[in-house]
Nanobody
Framework: QAQLVESGGGLVQAGGSLTLSCAASGFSFSSYAMGWFRQAPGKEREFIAAISWRSESTYYIDSVKGRFVISRDNAKSTVTLQMNSLKPEDTAVYYC????????????WGQGTQVTVSS
């Protein structure tokens, strides 16, 4: 049974940093592109970043480009989102996903982790 478990969310001041991690199990992690989505209160879920299965390609939406970095470790079946220069508008529940394509079409989802950026 496929499982994605996020960790690392929390409360941070504007300008600060957080690192989100996602641990995968129950499927062939290295065969999937991985990505992160977020959903702010009252808004639809938004795709924000993805990384190809061998890490040769990454993709970011414009609003996080230059501030967020996605990476993966296929040996450990983990994907990480390093978030820098956080803004209040980054406040959302962040979801890890496994799938394919850009933007990522998710086959598997994590349960989400809350990120709150105070001004």
């Amino acid at each position: 049974q496929a499982q994605l478990v996020e960790s690392g969310g929390g409360l941070v001041q504007a300008g600060g940093s957080l690192t989100l991690s996602c641990a995968a199990s129950g499927f062939s992690f290295s065969s999937y592109a991985m990505g992160w989505f977020r959903q702010a209160p009252g808004k639809e879920r938004e795709f924000i970043a993805a990384i190809s299965w061998r890490s040769e390609s990454t993709y970011y939406i414009d609003s996080v480009k230059g501030r967020f970095v996605i990476s993966r470790d296929n040996a450990k079946s983990t994907v990480t989102l390093q978030m820098n220069s956080l803004k209040p508008e980054d406040t959302a529940v962040y979801y890890c996903a496994a799938g394919g394509g850009i933007p990522l079409e998710a086959a598997y989802w994590g349960q989400g982790t809350q990120v709150t950026v105070s001004s």
